[in-house]
């Protein structure tokens, strides 16, 4: 006869753990089972903890804090019963796309291809259920538009960016638009933060909002939606410290817990029909993360255009959250129960598991956290004869042995793997069943391992410039330099990325983007323009060729009836794309420079970090402007002490410049050169300047009409012979 297994945990009772203590939460996560926080195994040997026995006497504290908890916020669950929100308890794979991806919007054809877009995450990791729509950060900054207008910049504007929503939508993918409360100092918008995102929510058809740094996004804005007609779920970046806001904000995001033991999720146990979605945009290894969301029955950001750096999940990670979503989709009524328990007692050292039970069907979700993979029975569940058990991340009837009231499963589960069982109820049918354990069948027909973990960095090449006609003698307005040995040496002033492979961009003789460059190099002779491209000279092209941009949304949107505005001519031309500019170059007989071309003109060979020297001179260049207009550039000559070694001037301070641009197969960039004396203020999240000659601006490029800027403009370039 064969033994019986300890059946549950409750009759293994810890006589040093208080089941009334209520334990302390440690930011958006719960302590682990145990004392609370300060025993002596929170800190050295949490591999002593017994978890199973701690785990009753820990959940009836944590329901009591819980009971507490919602009196103290005056909990009421209204907004989680609204019929039209209901979908946000779905919602298990979101992402946050760039406008700049490649994929999501074609620059050559100017078309957004959302089902492009789509196709690609189905592909690899399963698709998605909702995309947070990001066309703010970086850029916002550059300029003084603020966060609501860049989304009519958009390719169509705002009926473009409706359309695209349609399509989405067409797909059954939910959009969220972006909203952050540090935007103060573009322009005013001119109503509340709440009226105008409700305004344009409601203008594009969009079913949520993402509060970018709100820690719960405020209920002004809940009933700003309502009062317009347009309900909207609402995702802050964290609600740890605002829980408050639990009560109308149906989503959050935040980081998952890297411990061992997993942790349960805070404001998943508050309120469980709250969908966390875990967000982890640096990481190369996902498998905490993915841990955790199995565990808590939450969901997953799948966020790989960071920023338009690109971190894109491995194949393993990929395949496994395919896996894990498949799961949560089928049984969203479970992962949603208001009587899930997590540490439901496992027979396995290292493996945990959750139980989630609704409506005569129940799901445990099991993750193996050991480095090495285990086998055999894994949990044993009370049994009720009729009962069906399934083996849903395998796809089939589970191993199960019946003895003493109890069913044992039996499962083999990777290195870090992952386990799902699902028991049905006698009395209840669960429609299409057979269809989902056949898929589940399929996909595990080959194990995680064998898929790839390697993380690969996403490579880059640089859009050619083809030379000119060499010309022997400066041509009028351009200045003369010479040959000569020249250390390039730049970095790249992103905010967020530190210095890992893929950050900013691969020089042509680099074999990985990165935020720092150097090279000595040997420096043909060349011709720049002493001063920027006036709106003089670009109104002589754009008369003797008729130019007219297919797009053409803010071209030149500082000229009055298609001429510079009076006293203008002379000031730098901006509002013009990197395709206007080349446009303009190819006319005149000259090209961009590449930035090392712009920095040797700027700099020298002898290294210095401004134009006139080592040494910051106020008087070099135009005054810093800190409020919210932008100010027209000023004339190119205006500051003379801002000559370089070889007397270019305008090169600091003034206006940004167009120079290279490089590409990947989901990002474009272009770099700028100068700065510009715009600087917002409110926050250090705005488009930093870059006045120092060994750092430049990374630009990211969608299209013309959101490209272009009042604070870029261009000078050019002829090659010498």
């Given amino acids: 006869m064969s033994s019986s297994p300890r059946p549950v945990a409750a009759e293994a009772h810890d006589p040093e753990i208080n089941d009334h203590e209520i334990p302390h939460t440690i930011g958006p996560h719960l302590p682990l089972p145990g004392k609370a926080p300060g025993w002596p195994f929170a800190t050295i040997g949490k591999w002593k903890m017994d978890v199973n026995a701690a785990a009753e006497g820990w959940l009836a504290a944590l329901t009591v804090w819980r009971r507490e908890h919602l009196i103290r916020i005056g909990y009421d669950d209204a907004q989680y019963r609204r019929p039209e929100l209901l979908w946000s308890q779905r919602n298990f794979v979101h992402t946050q796309m760039m406008v700049e991806d490649r994929f999501f919007h074609d620059p050559v054809t100017g078309r957004y291809t959302i089902d492009r877009y789509l196709d690609d995450l189905e592909t690899r990791y399963g698709g998605i259920d909702s995309v947070l729509i990001w066309y703010v950060y970086p850029n916002i900054g550059i300029d003084d538009r603020n966060q609501i207008e860049l989304a009519a910049d958009l390719p169509g504007g705002i009926d473009g960016l409706r359309g695209a929503i349609a399509d989405f939508h067409r797909r059954g ?42 820690n719960g996004v405020p209920r002004a804005f809940r009933d700003a939606c309502d009062a317009i007609g347009h309900p909207l779920v609402f995702q802050p970046e964290s609600t740890a410290s605002a829980e408050e806001a639990l009560l109308w904000n149906h989503q959050s995001w935040g980081k998952a817990s890297i411990e061992m033991i997993p942790a349960v999720s805070k404001f998943k146990w508050l309120e469980p029909r709250h969908l966390v979605n875990v967000e982890n945009r640096w990481g190369r290894d996902r498998s905490d993360d993915l841990h955790y969301i199995f565990f808590n029955g939450i969901g997953y950001t799948s966020w790989e255009n960071v920023w338009g750096i690109w971190n894109q999940l491995t194949e393993r990670d990929g395949e496994a959250l395919r896996r894990i979503a498949t799961i949560e989709r089928r049984f969203a009524p479970q992962m949603v129960s208001a009587d899930w328990r997590p540490y439901a007692p496992t027979l396995q050292a290292g493996v945990f598991a959750s139980r989630f039970p609704k409506g005569g069907i ?278 003379p002490d801002g000559a370089s070694p070889f007397g270019v001037l305008d090169l600091v301070g003034n206006v940004w410049q167009w120079t290279d641009e490089y590409q990947d197969d989901h990002t474009r960039s272009a770099i700028l050169r100068g700065g510009s004396p715009y600087r917002p203020r409110s926050s250090h999240w705005y488009f930093p300047q870059t006045y120092r000659l060994d750092q430049h601006g990374k630009y990211l490029l969608m299209a013309p009409c959101k490209d272009r800027s009042a604070c870029i403009g261009f000078r050019c370039v002829v090659d010498a012979g």
Avoid at 197 to 202: G, H, Q, V
Avoid at 204 to 210: E, I, K, Q
Avoid at 480 to 489: E, Q
């Fill in 173 to 214: 993918v939910k959009v969220f638009l972006p909203t952050m409360p540090w935007d103060n100092g573009t322009r005013e918008v001119g109503k509340s933060d709440w009226q105008a995102i409700a305004e344009l929510a409601k203008a594009v058809n969009a079913d949520g909002v993402n509060g970018d740094t709100y």
């Fill in 362 to 639: 129940t799901l445990w979700t099991l993750v193996n956290r050991n480095e090495y993979a285990v086998g055999g029975e894994q949990m044993a569940v009370p049994h009720r004869p009729g009962t069906r058990y399934v083996d849903a991340w395998n796809g089939g009837e589970a191993r199960m042995r019946i003895t003493g009231g109890h069913a044992v499963f039996d499962a083999d589960l990777e290195v870090r793997g992952f386990g799902a069982l699902v028991a049905i109820d006698p009395d209840t049918t669960l429609d299409s069943l057979d269809a989902f354990i056949a898929r589940m069948h399929a996909m595990s027909a080959k194990p995680l391992h064998m898929y790839s973990k390697q993380w690969r960095f996403l490579p880059q090449r640089i859009v050619a410039i083809e030379a000119t006609k060499r010309v022997a003698q400066a041509p009028s307005g351009m200045t003369a330099i010479p040959a000569g040995t020249f250390d390039f040496v730049v970095g790249g002033i992103e905010i967020e990325g530190q210095t890992w492979a893929g950050l900013d961009v691969q020089c042509p003789w680099e074999d990985s983007p990165r935020r720092h460059h150097r090279k000595l190099m040997q420096m043909r002779p060349f011709h720049i323009d002493t001063r920027c491209v006036t709106n003089a000279a670009f109104k002589r092209f754009v008369d003797d060729v008729h130019y007219s941009p297919r797009d053409s949304h803010h071209f030149l949107t500082h000229w009055k009836s298609g001429r510079p505005q009076a006293g203008w001519e002379d000031r730098p031309v901006t509002w013009v794309s990197i395709e206007d500019a080349r446009a303009y170059a190819a006319w005149a007989g000259k090209r961009l420079p590449h930035e090392w071309e712009w920095q040797y003109a700027a700099q020298g060979s002898d290294g210095r970090r401004y134009p006139w020297g080592d040494t910051w001179n106020a008087t070099a260049v135009p005054p810093l402007n800190r409020e919210r207009l932008v100010l027209p550039p000023e004339i190119g000559d205006a500051h």
